[in-house]
């Protein structure tokens, strides 16, 4: 069971969101969307919309810097152990914060509007389900390793970079606490339901996105 989690479940979520993605867009262009809501609902969609993509932004930089930078890396510009918990712990607190909100407006918004209700699919129910899972198993874990006892940079760093040269170690993973399997579980379902679900719109983001509107209406020709 331990080599299949974490030798051969990530390459099948690798699978489904990378070839999924391509057949969608290639085959299913005219299903490539976000699905906007803007004109069912725009007053909570202003305050969660950015929250929600700010937070996003974030959290992922975190990720990036803790699981995909080698340890060495940081240590060698002059950043310890106790410099680099600190500063994630703190920062990371701030930014799954600024997430979480963003991310409960938007299901408040989802789920009490009438509107909005109605037109919310049985996919992204499962979509919401497992990135609420994602999201707050993340959190959960940050906030539970407050002290410091557990250095992911030495067991889940090592291995997800392993998955990447083809080369992994599942043996990385087995003093994992629960909380981060968990959490590195349901992501993996998040990536199998990627191809499928309204989150590819994030694939094409213009580079005016933050001062776009929501919804990018075609002026009329003048004549």
Not at 6 to 20: H, K, N, Q, R, S
Not at 31 to 37: A, D, F, I, R
Not at 106 to 118: C, D, G, N
């Amino acid at each position: 069971m331990n080599l299949f989690l974490w030798g051969a479940l990530p390459y099948i979520a690798f699978t489904f969101l990378i070839v999924g993605t391509l057949v969608r867009f290639f085959y299913f262009e005219r299903n490539w969307t976000t699905k906007s809501s803007e004109f069912l609902e725009k007053k909570q969609l202003r305050i969660a919309n950015p929250l929600f993509h700010f937070g996003l932004l974030c959290v992922i930089g975190g990720h990036v810097v803790g699981v995909l930078i080698p340890k060495t890396w940081t240590a060698a510009i002059g950043i310890n152990d106790h410099m680099y918990h600190e500063g994630a712990l703190y920062m990371g607190a701030v930014a799954g914060i600024i997430f979480i909100v963003g991310f409960l407006l938007l299901m408040k918004r989802r789920f009490t509007v009438p509107a909005m209700k109605v037109n919310t699919s049985g996919l992204d129910k499962w979509l919401y389900l497992f990135l609420t899972l994602a999201i707050f198993s993340g959190m959960a874990g940050t906030l539970l390793n407050a002290s410091g006892f557990f250095d992911y940079r030495v067991s889940i760093g090592p291995w997800f970079r392993s998955l990447l040269s083809f080369m992994p170690d599942p043996s990385l993973m087995e003093g994992v606490p629960f909380m981060f399997k968990f959490h590195m579980l349901a992501w993996m379902v998040v990536a199998i339901i990627f191809p499928f679900s309204r989150l590819v719109h994030c694939l094409s983001v213009p580079l005016n996105y933050l001062t776009r509107p929501f919804i990018v209406y075609r002026k009329r020709d003048e004549k």
